[in-house]
Every structure is written in structure tokens, then in C-alpha cells.
């Protein structure tokens, strides 16, 4: 059995249903910019390679012209203000997620939480869902030079909780987090509740499909009769 010392957790759709929260932001400033409202479910495709490319998205359906860059500054300027204010109020921890890390952090595993969010919603979420105090770091969209689907967030995060990426687990919701860990050289699971852009989960090229976060923590940690073995 594979044993493991450190597990990076992905937050949007992995931890944290965020998305009634990005999605009201996002149509408070498509209002603003005099565009009709998305629906949820679309926006939800548009979540995953963090604010700004969020803001892209969300403006390219229904700007008949190209965007500009100054658009694209505006439009972020605005989901941002309207971000701030709405953050945390009605995202939800999924069920599962509590009892896996606390399960974790009992077996005495390193987590950090590796996430394309921006670090000034990132530290409050985790604030206003409870789960701070589970993670020794946490490394945001704007933390590194790059994001995910580039490995370099999740070998700044090794590096931070001093462990080497082959000991390393990262679960996810998308293509990002699969892409990501596997040029990090690192394991992977998916979860199947999350966001990963509009695309089946089932196509991810990862080590297992875990239902819950609780589920992933027995595996990893081998208190479940169908441990991962490698
Ligand atoms: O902010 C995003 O687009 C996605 O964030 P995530 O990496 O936590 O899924
Ligand atoms: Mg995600």
C-alpha cells in the first residue's frame, strides 16, 4: 500500500460549493455592464482557472465585439467589489469534507489547500466555512507565478510542508488539478460533485474517482476494507 505524508487539497467544487457565490458576483457585475444574468449552471462551466479567467468567460457571452483588455479590467474591477461582499454567505462545505480531514489530520498528514482562487477570497472563505484551522498552508491563485493545471502551486505547497511530490496526494474537481499533479509527479483522486468546466470527470486521467472527502481520507489513510494500493 502507498502510503502518504502530505495531502493538497483544491478548494472551488473540491471543498466548497462556492459557486451561488461566484455566480451572483459574476451577474451583479454583468448587470452593471448591461448584460442579462447567466444562468448558474453556466457559470459554473466558466470556474477553474481562477477570477480573472472567470471574468472572460462570463463577458464573452454576450459582448458582440471582441473583448478589450479594458473591459476585461472593468469587468474585473466589478466582480471583485461584488465578490468581496458576497464570499462565503451562501457557498457550503460539502458533506464529508469535515470528518476526511479531521480523519487526516488524526493520522497525522500535512495538509495545505492549493486553489486558482485569488488569495484575498481564499483566506476569508476558508474563514467563514470554519476550515482554516485544518491547513498548515494554503497557496492561492496569485501565490505563484503560475496556476494550476501548471504544476508549480503544487511543488511550492511540497516545498512549504517540506515533503517530497511523490508522498504527496492532491484531490481535485477538474482537468487543472489531473493536469497539475501529474507534472508535479504526484498522485491524484477526483471527486465527482465538483466543477471541472463542463467536462465528464470520468475522463480524468487520475489514480481514483473518491465520492466524498471522507471516502479519500480512508483510502489514504488505510482505515477502509478497499484501500488504494499501487
Ligand atoms: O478559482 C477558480 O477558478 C477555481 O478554484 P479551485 O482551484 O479551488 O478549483
Ligand atoms: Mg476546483
Known amino acids: 500500500m502507498m502510503t502518504y505524508t502530505a495531502v493538497l487539497l483544491d478548494l472551488d467544487g473540491t471543498l466548497v460549493n462556492s459557486i451561488p457565490d461566484l455566480a451572483d458576483a459574476t451577474n451583479a457585475m454583468r448587470t452593471e455592464m448591461g448584460l442579462p444574468p447567466l444562468p448558474l449552471d453556466v457559470i459554473a462551466t466558466y470556474v477553474g482557472k481562477g477570477a480573472e479567467n ?30 468581496h461582499v458576497v464570499n462565503g454567505t451562501k457557498s457550503a462545505v460539502y458533506e464529508g469534507v469535515v470528518d476526511g480531514l479531521t ?22 472563505l476558508l474563514q467563514a466555512c470554519g476550515l482554516s484551522g485544518f491547513f498548515e498552508h494554503v497557496v492561492c491563485g496569485d501565490t505563484c507565478t503560475e496556476k494550476k493545471p501548471h ?5 511550492h505547497a511540497c516545498k512549504l510542508l517540506d515533503v ?3 508522498q504527496a496526494i492532491l484531490i481535485g474537481d477538474s482537468a487543472n488539478d ?6 508535479a509527479g504526484m498522485s491524484v483522486f477526483a ?5 471541472n468546466e463542463g467536462q465528464d470527470v470520468q475522463n480524468l486521467k ?10 479519500a481520507a480512508a483510502r489514504i489513510t488505510g482505515s477502509a476494507a478497499n484501500v488504494f494500493t499501487e
Open 178 to 183: 489531473a493536469l497539475a499533479a501529474q507534472a
Open 103 to 124: 480523519q487526516l489530520r488524526d493520522a497525522g498528514v500535512a495538509m495545505a489547500v492549493v486553489t486558482n482562487k485569488p488569495a484575498e477570497f481564499t483566506h476569508p
Open 206 to 215: 487520475v489514480d481514483g474517482i473518491v465520492a466524498s472527502i471522507d471516502v
Open 54 to 83: 472567470l471574468v472572460r468567460r462570463a463577458l464573452s457571452s454576450g459582448f458582440e465585439a471582441p473583448l478589450t483588455e479594458e473591459t476585461v479590467a472593468q469587468g474585473l474591477a466589478l466582480f471583485k467589489q461584488h465578490y
Open 191 to 195: 471527486v465527482p460533485y465538483g466543477y
Open 164 to 166: 517530497d511530490p511523490g
Open 151 to 155: 504544476p508549480m502551486p503544487l511543488l
